[in-house]
């Protein structure tokens, strides 16, 4: 399940650049960025808790919004 909008698929298509692995060997820089952001009074388990209730909000509401277009399509041809 890919959850990136459209537009932005669309966007990397048409002039993304993909540049491979970006992720290994990084471990030690996010940490240090983490660092910082609580040194600075961030309650990144705040953050990341909100970030994760606005992102199943926004999945099930699409979810619920195919399934709406979904039985909309199946009713208008069964009639």
Same mark, same amino acid.
């Given at each position: 399940?890919?959850?990136?909008? #459209?537009?932005? /698929? *669309?966007? +990397? $298509?048409?002039? &993304?650049?993909?540049?491979? *692995?970006?992720? =290994?060997?990084? $471990? =030690?820089?996010? %940490?240090? +960025?983490? *660092?910082? /952001? %609580? $040194?600075? &009074?961030?309650?990144?388990? *705040?953050?990341?808790?909100?970030? !994760? ?6 999945? #099930? ?7 709406? !277009?979904? %039985?909309?399509? /199946?009713? =208008?041809?069964?009639?």
């Amino acid at each position: 399940m890919n959850t990136m909008p #459209e537009p932005t /698929l *669309d966007a +990397v $298509a048409d002039h &993304g650049v993909i540049k491979g *692995d970006t992720v =290994s060997g990084t $471990a =030690s820089d996010a %940490q240090q +960025v983490f *660092d910082k /952001l %609580q $040194a600075a &009074g961030v309650d990144l388990d *705040d953050v990341f808790v909100v970030l !994760e209730d606005e992102g199943v909000a926004k999945f #099930e509401a699409a979810w619920t919004e195919l399934l709406k !277009e979904t %039985q909309a399509q /199946l009713d =208008s041809v069964t009639k």
